[in-house]
């Protein structure tokens, strides 16, 4: 095989796989509270099987973006923390209509544990009805951790954020912005810092594509 076939051949890998490498990091309580342990116990919804490949993995990570920085990868429905020396965390996530209505790059400028949700008039109208704020708590469609995106002192209405559909990650949905298991938005939670850079990339925009085409150059 010719050098230029190699490499696409590798590259055609890269998008089935998202990444070159793909370890399954077990799925731990580790960053539960006591009070997120009390309130999930007594949560009004079956615990989801995640399919693998929505699971959290360590995978290799060819973006320049800085450790510490967020991915929103909405076509292929993965979030990426970006670790050091070429790796990310990516956790599964469910794609909401709210998602598809900003890309580019925002900063966290909020974050809350078992937010209240306050539904907007267009929920109200499609979904509802609802009270005016929903408490936090294990019903609550914002689940047990929300982040806040900002484009300076802005609120982009744009939310990477718990659930109590767990069933739906992996998918796109009608309603509900960035969407991850209440486990795996509590991890998230505890490395992210206020004002972390996230980077929520445009439709028709992928990490896999990023990294195959970083792939095919170096080849």
């Known amino acids: 095989m010719s050098r230029l076939g190699l490499a696409l051949s590798l590259a055609g890998s890269l998008l089935l796989s998202g990444c070159m490498e793909a370890t399954l990091s077990p799925t731990t309580d580790a960053a ?11 949560a009004p919804y079956a615990e989801a099987q995640i399919p693998e490949q929505f699971q ?23 979030l990426y923390y970006v670790l050091p ?18 890309s580019g790059v925002a900063t966290v400028g909020k974050l809350a544990e078992w937010p209240d949700w306050v539904p907007t008039a267009d929920i109200q109208a499609r979904l509802g009805p609802y009270p005016k704020r929903v408490p936090g708590g ?3 469609p914002l ?8 484009e300076g002192n802005k609120d982009t209405l744009y939310r990477i ?24 938005v509590a991890d998230l939670y505890n490395r992210v810092q206020m004002g972390s850079t996230v ?3 445009p439709p028709g925009q992928s990490v896999a ?9 170096r080849s």
């Open 32 to 42: 539960l509270t006591p009070r997120d342990k009390q309130l999930l116990a007594r």
């Open 56 to 78: 959290r993995h360590i995978v290799d990570f060819s973006r320049q973006e800085q450790p510490g920085t967020i991915i929103v990868d909405t076509d292929a429905r993965f």
């Open 85 to 102: 020396d070429g790796k990310a965390v990516r956790y599964g996530v469910a794609v909401g209509e709210e998602a598809m209505a900003f």
């Open 138 to 140: 294990p019903a609550n």
């Open 143 to 150: 689940g047990a951790r929300a982040i806040y995106l900002y």
């Open 161 to 184: 954020h718990g659930t109590n559909q767990p069933e739906y990650i992996g998918q796109a949905i009608s309603s509900g912005c960035i969407r991850m298991t209440n486990t795996d």
């Open 199 to 201: 980077v929520v990339l």
């Open 209 to 217: 594509s990023t990294n195959a085409n970083i792939f095919a150059r």
